[in-house]
């Protein structure tokens, strides 16, 4: 089982981004790190909740899975969200994102999800932009989601929460649950 993230279409030829589980984390914990450090704007800040929503320790392993036209883009603000985008993918692959976060993932396997992640945001032009992906999405959120109440961060990961919480508290909360589990406490 593992998690792909497309455009438009998963095709046998297509240039989906097809990772483990793992390796989806890796690509999830990346953006966030680096989305919530870099957002300036409230579009850029509703991406970044859109990616924090993709949590597999609270939703399930293998089930966050996107197209990356279902993100919450918008016509007006199309141009600088996605040069917010590429400079996010940009950043993290420079920078020691992963000190804050408990694990040091491999330089291939942030290569290989960057690399993926950043064809499919450059296939992403204005013309594929659909506001009623960004109406239903926003219509889904109630009034505690952090698209209602100024996007605050993670005091501890200084991360962007979701509705969810933040990602790396609960990815934290999940493996001591597995650990209990395996040592049969």
């Given amino acids: ?3 792909r993230i497309y455009f438009k279409k998963v095709t046998k ?3 989906s981004l097809k990772m483990s589980n793992i390796l989806t984390d890796v690509l999830i ?9 870099l ?7 509703r991406l970044i909740v859109f990616l924090a929503e993709k949590q597999q320790s609270v939703v399930g392993l293998g089930t966050v899975g996107f197209d ?4 919450p883009w918008q016509t007006e603000t199309f141009d600088t969200d996605k040069e917010f985008m590429l400079e996010v993918i940009k950043y993290i692959s420079q920078e020691n994102w992963w000190q804050n976060i408990g694990y040091i993932p491999s330089p291939e396997a942030i290569e290989y999800v960057l690399n993926g992640f950043e ?3 450059n296939k992403m032009t204005i013309n594929d932009v659909d506001e009623d992906n960004l109406n239903e999405w926003i219509s889904e959120a ?13 005091p501890k990961h200084r991360i962007i929460l979701s509705a969810l919480g933040c990602k790396f508290c609960n990815d934290e ?12 406490g």
């Fill in 1 to 3: 089982m593992g998690n």
């Fill in 13 to 15: 030829d297509d240039d």
């Fill in 29 to 37: 914990d990346g953006l966030l790190v680096g989305g919530s450090e």
């Fill in 39 to 45: 957002a300036k704007t409230e579009s850029q800040r």
């Fill in 68 to 71: 990356i036209i279902e993100m």
């Fill in 119 to 121: 064809i499919l945001i």
């Fill in 142 to 154: 109630d009034s505690n989601d952090p698209v209602y109440c100024g996007y605050p961060e993670c």
């Fill in 173 to 184: 909360k999940y493996a001591e649950q597995v650990l209990k589990k395996y040592k049969g």
